[in-house]
């Protein structure tokens, strides 16, 4: 099992940047394929983006040339850089885990002028 702690969000304005970071603790974060989902009111939970353990990263089309997921393993620790921010972008990003199925506690992303 994989403990996993989300930070970063925040209020930002259309056309900005946020920078989310996910720690995991326990030993197996390395081992882990990582990715970020992401839920708006009313709606589903959506997948991002995701990184294997070697850094192969892959993204969703709606997110794809304005996020970047990164991961830093010596860290335990898994990122998600957001730039140029749509209103529809405003959501609960959620950390998860793929080799163990833990999901952190989510953080809240509001992009509103």
């Known amino acids: 099992q994989v403990q996993l702690v989300e930070s970063g969000g925040g209020l930002v304005q259309p056309g900005g940047s946020l920078r989310l970071s996910c720690v995991a603790s326990?030993?197996?974060?390395?081992?882990?394929?990582m990715a970020w989902y992401r839920q708006a009111p009313g709606k589903q939970r959506e997948w991002v983006a995701t990184?294997?353990?070697?850094?192969?990263?892959n993204y969703a089309d709606s997110v794809k040339g304005r996020f970047t997921i990164s991961r830093d393993n010596a860290k335990n620790t898994m990122y998600l850089q957001m730039n140029s921010l749509k209103p529809e972008d405003t959501a609960i990003y959620y950390c998860?885990?793929?080799?163990?199925?833990?999901w952190g506690q989510g953080t809240q992303v509001t992009v509103s002028s």
């Open positions: 998860y885990a793929g080799g163990t199925r833990d």
């Open positions: 990184i294997t353990q070697g850094g192969i990263t």
């Open positions: 326990g030993n197996s974060f390395s081992l882990n394929v």
